[in-house]
């Protein structure tokens, strides 16, 4: 968990299916809610796909990029973008969020069963989250298990807004969301050291005004 990065840059490496089955294997373990296990997930090798998944990726990337180059955080629902449509369209993308679809030795693409999440929040006046707890530990199952092996991976999120697309590129049933794409590979470099918030930073003692949680 110390040491389970980010990794968006690949060796040329492959990751061989014994190996895949390895890691998705020890991943399914995860917890889903009411242990229904709705989370399915799209294999995808083929460069043709992936060079469709990065067609896919660029919309939101745009707007992401460009709405941290005007100083927002980019596509949260809490405040409304300064930026104007003009100025998305003429917004570079960078390769870092194109390059691991293509370089990674293979993309999973992880999909939940909408019909078997609770979505207790779903009349909450925001978006809602709680379905995640279904499918993203799995998630992170697969990126701690890959590291075990030696690889690593990323979860990204950027195709999931071109969701409709997504679906009929990968034949995804509509009762089906997209959870993220995770571009698998073997690290050019594993880090040792994350930089993360301390516990003292993290917690709140009974209360959100209260005290931070200590080692005393």
């Not at 998944?53 to 973008?81: C, D, F």
């Not at 969701?163 to 594993?190: N, T, W, Y």
Request: with cysteine; hydrophobic share 40%.
């Amino acid at each position: 968990m110390r040491t389970t990065s980010a990794v968006r840059h690949f060796t040329e490496d492959p990751l061989p299916d014994e190996i895949l089955y390895t890691i998705l294997d020890n991943a399914r373990f995860a917890p889903s809610g009411g242990n229904r296990q709705g989370t399915r997930i799209v294999i995808v090798r083929d460069q043709g796909t992936r060079r469709s998944l990065i067609e896919l990726t660029v919309p939101a990337a745009r707007r992401y990029v460009a709405q941290r180059q005007a100083g927002e955080n980019p596509w949260n629902t809490i405040y409304r973008s300064r930026v104007s449509d003009d100025e998305i369209a003429a917004t570079e993308v960078p390769d870092s969020f194109t390059a691991p679809l293509l370089e990674a030795a293979v993309v999973l693409v992880v999909c939940v069963d909408l019909r078997v999440v609770a979505a207790l929040d779903k009349e909450l006046d925001r978006v809602g989250i709680v379905g995640g707890a279904s499918v993203y530990p799995l998630v992170w199952n697969i990126l701690l298990a890959a590291r075990n092996e030696g690889f690593g991976g990323t979860m990204t999120t950027m195709a999931v807004a071109e969701e409709p697309q997504l679906r009929e590129l990968l034949g995804i049933p509509d009762a089906h969301a997209v959870a993220c794409v995770v571009p698998l590979g073997k690290p050019v470099h594993q880090p040792r050291k994350l930089s993360r918030l301390d516990v003292a930073d993290l917690t709140r003692l009974e209360h959100w005004h209260g005290g931070p949680l200590t080692p005393g």
